[in-house]
């Protein structure tokens, strides 16, 4: 089957540091553009971070950069999202999705395929 697996998501304080893990199945993500979104409670789904097919990066909130990164392993089929600095306002359920090869933007639409989520929870 063809599907996206998220990971890692945890209760961190803030300050923290935490790393997503997105693992493939069934394709191959070498090929594809993957964007991390968070859904925070009782908010729209927002796109964070891309990667397209030539690890070339897109940040969609600034509040991110310098802080957040994303990655490509493509022996082991996953993506990473590493965070640092962590603050209660990145707090939400993280999404990995993906699509072929290039970004599209910031929101969910045009993306085939899609996680389930992982919990981050950033308090005191």
């Known amino acids: 089957q063809l599907q996206l697996v998220e990971s890692g998501g945890a209760l961190v304080q803030p300050g923290g540091s935490l790393r997503l893990s997105c693992a493939a199945s069934?394709?191959?993500?070498?090929?594809?553009?993957i964007t991390w979104f968070r859904q925070a409670p009782g908010k729209e789904r927002e796109g964070v971070l891309c990667i397209n097919g030539n690890d070339e990066d897109t940040y969609y909130k600034d509040s991110m950069k310098g802080r957040f990164t994303i990655s490509r392993d493509s022996a082991r089929n996953m993506i990473y999202l590493e965070m640092n600095s962590l603050s209660p306002e990145d707090t939400g359920v993280y999404y990995c999705a993906a699509r072929y090869y290039y970004c599209s933007g910031p929101g969910p639409e045009g993306y085939d395929f899609w996680g389930q989520g992982t919990q981050l929870t950033v308090s005191s």
């Open positions: 069934g394709f191959s993500l070498d090929y594809h553009a």
